[in-house]
């Protein structure tokens, strides 16, 4: 069984949409990947922070699903981070309300010793410098690290982040940040930018037209599933992202050709996620749920040509 190693936030979000709203729900990068990557036989630990605030339900959640937390710093009479959002009509487009770092404002990593040995590390969405020391914390070189970021690391720590991402294998950014990183419109100048900076791979979301994964000359495109409804879609990128990871974990294959396989699994899972509020859909997703979409990924995508 393979090793992944988790690090991102475990917070309280608290979403508006056309669909509803809901009080304090869980949220956080690490959770939605952490529940991603358990749909795989894979051995997975998340490394966090949260304050004395964050309910035993939610650690409930998370160890009944194998999912190591010894790596979880508890601050007493601490906070958990906070975020709340409203998605315009379109539901591509959303209003940040509230940023409340609280106990992440101060977040210092530190990896089990027993994870330290992890063959796939997945940097969820967190300050550059934090990222990079769980970097120097492995043992050795992992197999694979992948990297998730945004605009925002962009905007106030670039020259942090640029270090980080020479570090790392794969980069996982939606097409808005790809063109922020490198000033070119172009997604395809753009991944080949992003390669001189040091990922092998590149993988850009484009939220409901689906996602690119580029490397040396190669492009795969998975497409995104047409659904009748999405709820909430502030989880699918970190689920996408769980998916990816979860499942080139398990298989221990980082071939381009199988990370066109995790680009499809996370694109599934994804899927799944936008359908309710917060982690709803991924608590109760099962095997033949999974099994059953990935079908209609299939026959989506699957066409016979006769040239004349």
Not at 14 to 23: L, N, R, V
Not at 53 to 59: G, I, N, T
Not at 246 to 255: K, V
Request: aromatic share 10%.
């Amino acid at each position: 069984m393979g090793k992944l190693l988790i690090v991102g936030s475990l917070a309280f979000d608290a979403i508006e949409s056309p669909f509803g709203k809901t009080d304090k729900i869980l949220g956080g990068a690490a959770t939605f990947i952490g529940l991603a990557a358990s749909k795989f036989d894979v051995d997975s630990s998340i490394v966090s922070i949260v304050g004395e605030d964050f309910p035993q339900e939610y650690f409930d959640l998370l160890t009944h699903r194998n999912i190591d937390i010894s790596g979880v710093e508890i601050v007493k009479g601490g906070k958990t981070f906070f975020w709340s959002g409203k998605y315009h009509n379109d539901m591509n487009t959303r209003d940040t309300l509230v940023t409340e770092l609280n106990t992440l404002a101060d977040f210092n990593p530190i990896v089990p010793e027993n994870y330290k040995d992890a063959g796939v590390v997945m940097l969820g969405n967190l300050h550059p410098s934090v990222q990079l020391s769980v970097i120097n914390q492995m043992e050795k070189r992992p197999k694979l690290i992948i990297l998730d970021t945004m605009n925002f690391w962009m905007d106030n720590t670039l020259t942090e982040l640029l270090e980080v991402i020479k570090e790392i294998d794969v980069i996982t950014i939606n097409d808005e940040e790809a063109r922020q990183l490198t000033g070119e419109y172009s997604l395809v100048k753009a991944a080949e930018k992003i390669h001189t900076m040091g990922p092998k791979y590149v993988v850009i979301k484009k939220g409901e037209h689906g996602a690119l994964l580029f490397h040396d000359q190669h492009i795969f495109f998975a497409p995104a599933l047409p659904l009748e409804e999405v709820f909430d879609p502030t989880g699918a990128g970190d689920t996408f992202a769980g998916g990816f990871a979860g499942y080139l974990a398990a298989t221990e294959n980082i071939s381009f050709e199988n990370m066109k396989n995790a680009v499809i699994h996370g694109s599934n899972l994804a899927s799944f996620s936008v359908e309710k509020f917060g982690t709803e859909r991924m608590k109760v997703l099962n095997k033949e749920e999974i099994d059953s979409r990935l079908h209609q990924f299939k026959a989506l995508t699957q066409f016979n040509i006769e040239l004349q």
